[in-house]
């Protein structure tokens, strides 16, 4: 059983910056890779940035310009740091762990909710 836990996650205005962090707790040696995920109201849920367990990431479209995607493995924690901020990037976001031999994203935090006021 691996557990999620995002937390840095509020209110900050256009062109601001936030650092979202997902906890990983229980079995992590199991986790092949990391995403997050996001959501606005009425709109459907989408891939931001995921990472794997050796390191290799990858982002959606052209947030890596504004957005980087990060791990500690000390700290079993993996990171998302998000600047340049805009309104459209309001929403929930979720990060989601795939094990190992699953093909999906299948565990998953409760998420967390980014505001950007304009």
């Known amino acids: 059983q691996v557990q999620l836990m995002e937390s840095g996650g509020g209110l900050v205005q256009a062109g601001g910056s936030l650092r979202l962090s997902c906890a990983a707790s229980g079995s992590i040696f199991c986790i092949e890779a990391i995403a997050w995920y996001r959501q606005a109201p009425g709109k459907q849920r989408e891939l931001v940035a995921q990472?794997?367990?050796?390191?290799?990431?990858a982002y959606s479209g052209s947030l890596a310009d504004r957005f980087t995607i990060s791990r500690d493995s000390a700290k079993n924690t993996v990171y998302l740091q998000m600047n340049s901020l805009k309104s459209e990037d309001t929403a929930t976001y979720y990060c989601?762990?795939?094990?190992?031999?699953?093909?999906?994203?299948?565990?998953w935090g409760q998420g967390i909710q980014v505001t950007v006021s304009s």
């Open positions: 989601a762990a795939k094990m190992e031999g699953s093909r999906w994203f299948g565990v």
């Open positions: 990472v794997t367990s050796e390191g290799s990431t």
